[in-house]
């Protein structure tokens, strides 16, 4: 299981940044991405998800309208851009995979996790 995020950095709020989700080991398929991200001192939080073919994006209401999922399977990647980034958005990022979660939402379903990037949005 290889899975690399990236993207992370240091940015002004109303910024953007794009991380990817890189399945390098090129393992899967027909799986599920998810977005999660953990500030200090605060649990895991769902942030955005997307199935195999792309057609079903689930994304946490604090993110609805700033952020897009989407992924390339030809590249065995994943990508989150957000948009409009406010202070609030600062966390480590992870990205998850798992074929049958049976709540997206949950964190507790998903197998496999990147190693995390940290985004930092300054006021």
């Known amino acids: 299981v290889q899975l690399q995020a990236s993207g992370g950095g240091l940015v002004q709020a109303g910024g953007s940044l794009r991380l990817s989700c890189a399945d390098s080991g090129r393992t899967f398929s027909n799986y599920v991405t998810s977005w999660f991200r953990q500030a200090p001192g605060m649990e895991r939080e769902f942030v955005a998800g997307i199935s195999w073919k792309g057609g079903t994006k689930k994304y946490s209401d604090s993110v609805k309208g700033r952020f897009t999922i989407s992924r390339d399977n030809a590249d065995y990647t994943a990508y989150l851009q957000m948009n409009s980034l406010k202070v609030e958005d600062t966390a480590v990022y992870y990205c998850?995979?798992?074929?049958?979660?049976?709540?997206?939402?949950?964190?507790?379903?998903?197998?496999?996790w990147g190693q995390g990037t940290l985004v930092t949005v300054s006021s």
């Open positions: 998850a995979v798992d074929d049958q979660p049976m709540s997206w939402a949950q964190a507790r379903e998903y197998q496999y």
